[in-house]
């Protein structure tokens, strides 16, 4: 995240989270460009009142859609 303290350190205001101008390019090496061709999706919602899971068909025209079991 390319600040000065740890992440998680504890501050008494979020402005005081500052961010090192000299370590932007640091990682950039780490990182490359991805093309992807997403054909489904499965979406999951986990909460204590009821979870709910999707299934969505993207090769389908209209969009496929169905409800599943969590």
Do not use: S
Not at 8 to 28: M, S
Not at 35 to 52: P, Q, S
């Amino acid at each position: 995240y390319q600040v000065t303290a740890a992440p998680g350190t504890a501050i008494d205001d979020p402005y005081k989270a500052l961010f090192d101008a000299d370590t932007t390019q640091d990682g950039e090496i780490n990182f490359a460009p991805v093309a992807a061709d997403v054909k489904t999706i499965e979406w999951l919602y986990l909460a204590a009142k009821g979870h709910r899971r999707a299934y969505f068909d993207l090769t389908q025209t209209p969009v496929k859609m169905k409800w599943l079991v969590p």
